[in-house]
């Protein structure tokens, strides 16, 4: 049997307009305990992937201005996934398609080097960059410095922590990249607000946009004459 993919949405919120500014698409895999995240990107067919994409970003008709949709440096330089990418934007316009680089690993290991041309080519098709994770992994300033150039958007994931977020540490590091977003003149999005505390929390730290279950859980898109269970 086949293995059945879809795209869930969950929307980005802008906490002093109390209005959605976007969408992010969030891929998962058909299992018999339920929609769960596919073990890895990479694995799958990138024909998969693009036609995926192209299906869903086609039923969209969106009245916001941003759909990010995540990518790892395998699927960026993969020219099936790149060209379902362009198909989408021209799909979606006016509404701007966000690449969201993940730091997702592949089974190639691609340099930023690599990564610019390909980058700089959907800018130029009147796309926007936005580099997932920071603060984590390989999204460390140091390791990204030379992308934030190019990039609109940073998102910080308090998930990816096993620290609270009252954590001074946590804070701290939310700071530096409220910072640099703003040095750079970027959208900082905070992800896995979870509660009023969180949110509170977050609007303390200079925080305006949001994304995580205190808004809104992700939801599934379904396709026409899609008859999966949600």
Known sequence: MKPVYRYFVQPQ???DTKTIFGYELLMKQMTPE???????FSAIDPQITAD??????????LKVRYLSVNVNREQLMTTTIAKAIIKSQEQLYPTK???ELTEDDGPQQ???????????????????????????GDNYFKDIQELLPLVSEVKFALQNFNREFKDPHIQQKIRFWR???AEYGLRMVLEGIED????????QLGIKLKQGYYFSR??????PQDTCPA
Do not use: C
């Open 179 to 181: 910072a640099i977003s």
């Open 110 to 136: 691609y340099t930023i080097a690599d990564l610019l041309p390909q980058l700089r080519s959907f800018i130029n098709m009147g796309m926007q960059i936005s580099l997932d994770d920071v603060g984590t």
């Open 13 to 15: 919120i802008d906490t």
């Open 196 to 203: 009023h505390a969180d949110n509170r929390l977050s609007k």
């Open 218 to 223: 992700p939801q599934l898109l379904k396709l």
């Open 52 to 61: 995926l994409l192209i299906a869903t970003t086609k039923v969209l008709s």
């Open 97 to 99: 398609l966000v690449v």
């Open 34 to 40: 339920g929609w769960r995240l596919p073990e890895s």
